[in-house]
């Protein structure tokens, strides 16, 4: 219990971390759509398919580093919240163009880029 509860921690910390910088360097350079929030939602999903293949290769691998990477690291570093109220700020702001942009690249590109590290690291593996 105590491993779980660690490996959740100490994921989790490195995601938001990570989340927290790329916030800050990137949500201010378009007005038009948060890019922080995107790409870490885009690299959470690709992160997340890499890890779903990887551990389906590898079952008998300690249940922490599932933990660790897809409850805390994945769960760390991607958003949905922040996601849902930027796109709510857009739609109060009268920008229901930006608000649909935005939910498609999120939701769109986030199943996409999941596909996508489950394929790269099948195809590695």
Do not use: Q
Not at 7 to 13: I, T
Not at 99 to 121: E, N, R, Y
């Amino acid at each position: 219990m105590y491993l779980s509860f660690i490996s959740v921690v100490v994921g989790g910390s490195a995601g938001c971390v990570l989340r927290w910088i790329l916030g800050l360097r990137l949500n201010s350079l378009f007005p038009g759509m948060p890019l922080g929030t995107l790409l870490v939602n885009l690299v959470g999903g690709f992160v997340i398919g890499g890890a779903m293949a990887f551990f389906l290769r590898f079952p008998n691998l300690d249940p922490a580093w599932r933990l660790l990477i897809t409850t805390g690291f994945c769960g760390g570093l991607t958003t949905f919240s922040t996601f849902s109220a930027e796109v709510l700020s857009m739609l109060m702001h009268g920008r229901a163009g930006w608000a649909m942009a935005t939910v498609l690249a999120h939701v769109l590109g986030s199943l996409l880029m999941t596909f996508a590290g489950f394929a790269l690291v099948r195809w590695l593996g």
